[in-house]
């Protein structure tokens, strides 16, 4: 394993070599030093390669379809071929074990390799030329016949009707395929059902119309060509484009379709085409996964623009495939496009999804993958739609993950990461996950398994590591600055742990990562480090002598050694918040070109005072309604006091109109909400013990017996998930009135994630172990190039 950097060495893009052959690609460490000037423009070569890649998609040949091009007989001299130009590439590419297919190769691609092999052994045959190499194939086929029927291959979901009629008309042709005839009675006995359970003879709407060329002159092709598509395709596929020419007739679309394509590729042809709007969806999926999107705002904007303008004229390049537009409506949503789970109608359930897929040239694995993504973005009462897509594909995916022991490690990654609840996620970590199981010689599978370096490539790797592990060296020096301000503040002194330092830092850092945003982070730290203590001197430790100091010190504030302490941990206590809140300040004000220190200070002191009440109807024994409950508890949860304080640092300016906006009143409150409810649900037990206040047993008092603890428990999370979406409709639905910039609405949503995540039942830092693993991981050990990556 190559390392990648260290605790403190950034890493250095100049210090790796990179070869590659189409989509393929090799990496070793070069012998040789670099002077730290020479870091940087590495990195920006690499970051304007990338961006480049939107304006060029490539895609991997394919052999398979080029064969069935090479198959199109002239119109005018029908005993030669139309593009001989393809026929001539199938005799320039055989491989050196006599196969035709992906290269370079893979172990679970044999049974693909025979399809792609036999496919061109036809063209060739077809027009009897390259003898040896047909032979050489026809070897190869024997050689490789065990993976036909090996359940651990990957091939198209065509392949039990395709394959076998292949061999049909290899006979035709008087091609001897050495397979064992129990095999290929296997096979014929496989088509025959498979034909019968789609009743393909029929042309009745089934996703295996893409594998029309299986069914030959037996397919009812004038049918079949109602499906033909405006640019003269079928389904996008070469090959059942060129089997109509083949079978049916010279169609002037079909044969325009085929130019088109020629014209760019010369010779060859893709197993999918065109594939300019899926391609760019997947690049910006793939930066966003990999945690570099934002380098490319500018590029991703505008594939957006592009694929929203086609959402709404319903265009069939975005809305024919299930999983482009699945990924089309997730992303654009994402991006605060306006665009209605309608559209997802019709994949409400298992059944009407299977019925409604048309010759998709995505699996159906992908496809159910892209909707159990897009389904977790449900935010208004239309939604109810992806409520019953994720019902479904979740149930779907987590079957697929018990029993299917051919996911690759990015695949099973991906998966997993579906099926983790979208608002209990820490980004970082998953971006991580993402660049470690990112690999570059990965293929995609339509009719046949390709690659496409605008989605699999070394500059992603490269650019990714670079950045994960320059924004890790940056939370570096957050973390040594925290360390060094919490024995200034004595916090050891009042039962603070240190490890509280990394728990308190994760959330923020996970989500806001750049290092642009370490003002914030470290606000946000250092508040919620303050707020620990202070809990835990409201609700147990301090007398009511003690809570009387305190907040009367926070009023007098500047008077505070005129007032004094009664006790030394109010001393400690107090002076800890009077440095960090002046620190606070004077960054804001830096950050806002004003003075906002009042705003920050009565942020907090309404936190005290409301903290106090709290402490009141413990000592009077008191249950406050519901209503009562929620005005005080959402104060003293603190959210809204550290997220305010923070956004003064995020970096936009926040005019007095802003904050006191609407906009911004309701977003808070449905946040704090979530946090809130959150933390009640997890708790309610163990306050019921200390007869503190608690929503859930709120509920199940003031009912005299009629509603139990589960009941109340659910109740509040039917609560908690309408703030929740209402939280994520306002962050995500962009109006035309409103002021409030997006980076402070993810403020808000992110921190719902972080509540998630901490009041979780998996949470996986709650437990020593997993602490220790994820501070590893985010904060000191560096990303490094995986063997697969290598």
């Known amino acids: 394993m190559l390392h990648v ?18 989509g393929f690609y090799h990496i070793v460490r070069c012998n040789c030093n670099h002077a730290s000037s020479s870091v940087r423009p590495q990195e920006v070569i690499i970051k304007e390669r990338i961006r480049k890649m939107f304006g060029k998609i490539e895609i991997s040949p394919s052999c398979y379809d080029t064969a069935w091009v090479a198959m199109v007989p002239s119109r005018d001299e029908p005993k030669q071929p139309c593009f001989a130009q393809c026929l001539d590439w199938i005799l320039e590419n055989q491989r050196e074990d006599g196969s035709w297919g992906l290269s370079p190769t893979h172990s679970l691609l044999v049974k693909d390799s025979l399809s792609s092999t036999l496919a061109c052994l036809l063209a060739l045959s077809k027009w009897s030329v390259g003898h040896k190499l047909v032979q050489r194939g026809l070897d190869y086929i024997g050689r490789q016949s065990w993976s036909i029927d ?35 009675n296997v096979l014929f006995q ?13 042309c009745k709407t089934n996703p295996e119309y893409y594998y029309a060329e299986g069914l030959g002159e037996l397919c009812q092709w004038e049918e079949l060509m109602t499906y033909q598509k405006k640019n003269g395709s079928l389904f996008n596929s070469p090959a059942t484009t060129s089997a109509a020419l083949v079978f049916h007739c010279h169609d002037e679309k079909c044969l325009g379709y085929i130019n088109s ?20 969806l997947q690049m910006v999926d793939t930066l966003q996964k990999l945690g570099v999107d934002r ?48 559209e997802l109608a019709r994949f409400i359930g298992q059944e009407h999804f299977i019925n409604s897929l ?20 449900a935010f208004d009462e239309k939604d109810h739609i992806l409520d019953e897509i994720s019902t479904w594909t979740e149930a779907f995916l987590q079957q697929e993950l018990l029993e299917d022991s051919n996911l690759d490690r990015m695949s099973q990654n991906e998966v997993e990461h579906a099926l983790r609840n979208f608002s209990a996620t820490l980004e970082r970590a998953e971006n991580r996950r993402y660049i470690e199981s990112y690999d570059v010689n990965m293929f995609k599978f339509s009719k046949t398994a390709y690659r496409s370096p605008n989605i699999y490539n070394m500059d992603f790797t490269l650019f990714s590591m670079h950045d994960f592990n320059l924004c890790q060296t940056v939370h570096q020096q957050d973390i040594q600055e925290l360390k060094r301000w919490y024995e200034d503040c004595k916090l050891d002194q009042l039962g603070i742990s240190p490890k509280y330092i990394y728990t308190s830092y994760m959330p923020m850092s996970s989500l806001f990562f750049g290092p642009e945003f370490s003002d914030a982070r470290s606000v946000f730290a250092k508040y919620v480090l303050l707020t620990t203590p202070l809990d835990d001197f409201f609700d147990e430790l301090a007398s009511q002598e003690e809570l009387l100091n305190l907040i009367e010190l926070v009023k007098g504030w500047n008077r505070h050694s005129t007032i004094g302490y009664v006790s030394e941990r109010v001393e400690i206590l107090f002076l800890a918040i009077y440095k960090t809140f002046n620190e606070f300040a004077a960054k804001a004000e830096i950050m806002q070109g004003r003075c906002v220190k009042d705003q920050i200070f009565d942020l907090f002191l309404d936190v005290l005072n409301c903290m106090m009440r709290e402490v009141e109807w413990w000592r009077e024994e008191k249950t406050p309604s519901v209503e009562e409950y929620l005005s005080i508890a959402c104060v003293t949860i603190a959210v809204k006091a550290i997220l305010f304080t923070t956004q003064y640092v995020l970096g936009p300016k926040l005019s007095e109109e802003v904050i006191k906006s609407a906009e911004l009143g309701e977003i808070c409150k449905c946040t704090t909400m979530v946090c809130r409810l959150l933390n009640d649900t997890q708790t309610y037990k163990k306050e019921k ?22 009941e109340a428990v659910e109740e509040v999370k039917e609560m908690l998930e309408k703030n929740r979406r209402k939280l994520l409709r306002m962050v995500l639905h962009k109006k035309e009135s409103s002021q409030l910039p997006q980076v402070c609405k993810d403020l808000f949503w992110n921190t719902s994630k972080v509540a998630h995540i901490l009041y979780s039942n998996g949470n996986e830092f709650r437990s020593p172990e997993g602490l220790k693993s994820n501070i590893n991981a985010l904060f000191y050990k560096p990303v490094d190039l995986s063997p697969t990556q290598a």
Not at 190 to 202: F, G, I, V
Not at 261 to 280: E, F, M
Not at 358 to 377: G, K, P, V
Request: some cysteine; aromatic content about 8%; glycine content about 4%.
């Open 261 to 280: 394509i020629l014209k760019q590729h010369k010779d060859w042809v893709p197993t999918i085409y065109p594939t300019t709007i899926p391609t760019r």
């Open 689 to 710: 013990e200390e007869r503190s206040s608690n929503i859930v047993n709120i509920l199940v008092t003031q009912s005299e017996g009629t509603v139990s603890e589960e």
């Open 150 to 184: 090996n359940k651990g291959q990957i091939s198209a979901g065509g392949f039990d009707i395709i394959f076998p009629s292949m061999i049909k008309y290899a006979r035709e042709l008087n091609l001897n395929v050495p397979l064992d005839q129990n095999l290929v």
């Open 358 to 377: 048309n010759a998709q040239c995505t699996s159906h694995e992908d496809a159910i993958l892209e909707l159990h993504q897009a389904s977790q973005l």
């Open 5 to 22: 950097g260290s605790r403190s060495k950034t890493i250095s893009l100049s210090d790796y070599k990179v070869t590659n052959g189409y």
């Open 190 to 202: 496989k088509q025959d059902s498979a034909m019968e359970r789609n009743d393909l003879m029929e």
């Open 295 to 342: 380098h490319f705002e500018a590029e991703i904007r505008t594939v957006l623009d592009e694929t929203y303008r086609l959402w709404e004229q319903k265009d069939e390049e975005v809305f024919s495939d299930v999983a482009y537009c699945a990924m089309a409506f997730r992303l654009l949503r994402m991006y605060n496009y306006k665009v209605s789970s309608e």
